[in-house]
C-alpha cells in the first residue's frame, strides 16, 4: 500500500481481556515504532524495531505490553489483563531513514 | 531525559493572521527537529523536518527555524487560513534511527 496502516481502527475491551493491534507498514521500510496518544498528550514511544528485532523497548510501560515483528514487516502488538488506563490511540510508524511515518492510529477503548 | 514544551496548550487567532508556534526542548543533543500536524481522530502529517545542522526550513507558506543551542524552534505560518486549523505538534529525535520525543501539541483554531 501507499502508506502505513492499522488495523482495528478501533478496538473496545473489557478491563482484563486480551487485544492485539496490527501495524502494515511502507512496503521497504526496516524500521518500525510503535507510540501510544493519551487525549491531550503528545504521542509517546513504546517500543522500536529495526527489522525482526526490538531495537529499543525502552517505552513499554510493564510486561503486560509486548510487540512482534516476526518477519520484519507486519508488526502486532499485544497487551494483556488490558486496564481501563490503557485506553488511549496506538500509532504506528515505520521509517527509511529521515522521515517517520505514521498511520492513522487504532483507538482502543478499555471499559 | 529529553523533554519538550509546547506553550500555549491552544490559540485561536482571525484568518489571515501570521502567527508563530513556539517548542522548547531540554536536551540540545539532537539529531533532528520535526514538526507534525494532527486533525482530529487522525494520525500524524510531517510538515517540516530540520537537521541539527541546520536553521530553517520552509514548504510553502510553513517556515520552521532551529536554534539548538538554546533548545527552541518555532513554526511560523503565514497568511493563515481556517484549513490550517488542527494540532501542532513538535517532536526531537536523538539520533539517526532513535526514537522521537513529542511535545503536548498546540490546538491551532483560525477563524474565518
Known amino acids: 500500500g501507499a502508506g502505513v496502516s492499522q488495523t482495528p481502527s478501533n478496538k473496545v475491551t473489557e478491563k482484563g481481556k486480551y487485544v492485539e493491534l496490527r501495524c502494515d507498514p511502507i512496503s521497504g521500510h526496516t524500521a518500525l515504532y510503535w507510540y501510544r496518544q493519551s487525549l491531550g498528550q503528545g504521542p509517546e514511544f513504546l517500543i522500536y524495531?529495526?527489522?525482526?528485532?526490538?531495537?529499543?523497548d525502552s517505552g513499554l510501560p510493564n510486561d503486560r505490553f509486548f510487540a512482534v515483528r516476526p518477519e520484519g514487516s507486519v508488526s502486532t502488538l499485544k497487551i494483556q489483563r488490558t486496564e481501563r488506563g490503557d485506553s488511549a490511540v496506538y500509532l504506528c510508524?515505520?521509517?527509511?531513514?529521515?522521515?517517520?511515518?505514521f498511520g492513522p492510529g487504532t483507538r482502543l477503548t478499555v471499559l | 531525559k529529553q523533554e519538550v514544551t509546547q506553550i500555549p496548550a491552544a490559540l485561536s487567532v482571525p484568518e489571515g493572521e501570521n502567527l508563530v508556534l513556539n517548542c522548547s526542548f531540554t536536551?540540545?543533543?539532537?539529531?533532528?527537529l520535526q514538526w507534525f500536524r494532527q486533525d482530529p481522530g487522525k494520525g500524524l502529517t510531517s510538515l517540516l523536518l530540520i537537521q541539527s545542522s541546520q536553521r530553517e526550513q520552509t514548504s510553502g507558506r510553513l517556515n520552521a527555524s532551529l536554534d539548538k543551542s538554546s533548545g527552541r524552534s518555532t513554526l511560523y505560518i503565514a497568511a493563515s487560513q481556517p484549513g490550517d486549523s488542527a494540532t501542532y505538534l513538535c517532536?526531537?529525535?536523538?539520533?539517526?534511527?532513535?526514537?522521537?520525543?513529542f511535545g503536548k501539541g498546540i490546538t491551532l483554531s483560525v477563524r474565518p
Open positions: 524495531f529495526q527489522g525482526t528485532g526490538a531495537a529499543d
Open positions: 517532536a526531537v529525535r536523538a539520533g539517526a534511527n532513535s526514537k522521537l520525543t
Open positions: 536536551d540540545s543533543a539532537i539529531y533532528n
Open positions: 510508524a515505520s521509517s527509511l531513514g529521515l522521515f517517520q511515518f
